[in-house]
């Protein structure tokens, strides 16, 4: 046995047991999975919301489910995916519930009154460039923007991304095809405004 | 799921990839959750907790509250072979006829104790 198997089955098991302590109301357990797990769930919550307290709600609500819904949860299953799921859909809920335009508005006061014109050249630059690369990923619609999330922030294979989201494992590589397209177009078109003459393309 | 990889570690080899990846990774790879979260969910949970043992309180009040009155129910109806409506079939129906024949038959009342809170209606 590998000493990631051996990892994730210690990791499987201590879930597990926390679970079943969770279950008899044991608020120490849910205490020890939140610590475990509060980073995958507010990471993934914020990078789809962007939104800090939007994010810290999500957290929120998904640790009670936790605790709600103990009974019926698979100890037998590693946990994250479950976490990732209701994540995900806690997010979705969010995000349809507010405005685009409210981003939007957001990225532009960022714009505003960020600090970017005191910084060296370089450093400006490069601030600029991830500020354009994460509104395009702002800019992608939900569906499109949690597969680019889960698959180059969390690392989650298609097969995952297809559980956690509940669509066919096809509907998630064409998902995460187009919005590769959509974010290599801005690239390419920041590309053309800085140089027009320089076409670059990206692999 | 069997093939979990750690996102932050692993490096795509196309550029975009990359840039996405360090994009993401920089505005939200090592953020953490405020403390107080932590807090609010302790403090709802207790909460909740509080309110169902306070509810299971009310409710074993209720059962003993509702016994006592249908047992004093069941003696003060008058006639009990009429007909009523108006109550489902849990529920145990006291009949009170003010009048003992008196009065028509559709102006009986009918008080159902289903839950605790006393259902008037008129029968039919």
Redesign the interface.
Known sequence: MTTWNRE?LASLESDGWLITRIRN?D?EA??EL?ERH??LV??TA??ITRDERA??DI??DT??RV?TYADRIDVN??L??WLYRVTVNLAYSWTNRVKRWWHYLQDTLDRLVSPQQRLPETMAEEQE??QM??QA?DGLSPSHRVV??L???????L??IA?VTGVPEGTVKSRLHYA?QN??EA?LERERRLVPEVAYD?? | ?T????????T?T????S???????????Q????VY??N???R???RR?RAVSSGAWRAMVVSVWTGVKGYVGWHIVVNRDREYTGCGGACRPMRINLWDNHLPLSLIWIIEQQTPVLQLAWAT
């Open positions: 994730r109301g608020l849910l205490g939140y509060k980073m507010y990471r914020l990078a994010a810290e957290l929120q640790f009670l605790y299953v590693p994250g995916p460039w991830r690369l994460q990923i680019i999330i698959y180059y922030l969390e690392g989650l294979s097969k995952e559980y590769r974010l290599r690239v990206f692999t | 799921m093939s979990r990889r750690d996102g932050l570690k692993r795509h196309d550029e975009l990839g840039l996405i990846q360090d994009v993401l990774c920089h505005n939200v790879g953020v953490q959750p405020p979260v932590w609010q969910i302790e709802k949970i207790k907790r």
